[in-house]
């Protein structure tokens, strides 16, 4: 990617900014809206690659704490680049309670509106957006390769979501 190419990229958004909207398949092919779960809490998590170590750690840990999210009225989002194809199996392999996006094509579109599109490598970012029930973003935290996001910030940021 050239310096110019980099420039032109969206930021992340900023904390108390309304998270981009966006619509999305998720594994089985029906259309995910985040505006449409406006009243709700959103834990929108991008990961680079389906069924690969790290990510399927992540993934795994939110899953076994689900409840966790649930509590704090947030419903988990994944996004990766993926087909609708690769992260339907992706989750029966998993058992993902919890819709995978398929940021496919455009390739990255949603991951690059967040700022967390590694256009280099094809893939989203290791990122997490918290967003309220009002649509604004409240926790951010985007990971270099290779390093899992720590599940307790998970744990504060949604604390925090019910004492505002």
């Known amino acids: 990617m050239t310096a110019a190419v ?3 990229s969206p930021a992340v958004p900023a904390l108390g900014a309304t998270a981009p909207d ?3 398949a998720n594994q089985y092919g029906e259309p995910v809206r985040l505006s449409s779960f406006r009243g709700q809490n959103v834990a ?6 389906a069924f690969s170590g790290i990510c399927t750690g992540e ?3 939110i899953r076994d704490n689900l409840g966790m999210f649930e509590n704090s009225n947030a419903v988990v989002l994944g996004v990766s680049v993926d087909s609708k194809y690769s992260l339907r199996a992706y989750a029966a392999q998993e058992g993902y309670n919890f819709d995978l996006l398929a940021d496919f ?4 579109a949603v991951a690059t509106a ?3 599109f590694d256009a280099g490598s094809g893939m989203a970012k290791r990122a997490t957006f918290i967003i309220d029930s009002q649509g604004k973003v409240r926790y951010t935290v985007v990971n270099p ?5 720590d599940f307790n910030e ?4 949604l604390a925090d979501l019910k004492q505002a």
């Open 6 to 8: 980099e420039a032109a």
């Open 22 to 24: 966006f619509e999305l």
């Open 44 to 49: 929108l998590v991008f990961y680079p690659f």
């Open 59 to 61: 993934l795994c840990e």
């Open 105 to 108: 094509w455009p390739h990255g």
């Open 114 to 116: 967040y700022g967390v």
């Open 145 to 149: 390769r290779g390093q899992a996001r």
């Open 154 to 157: 998970y744990r504060t940021a």
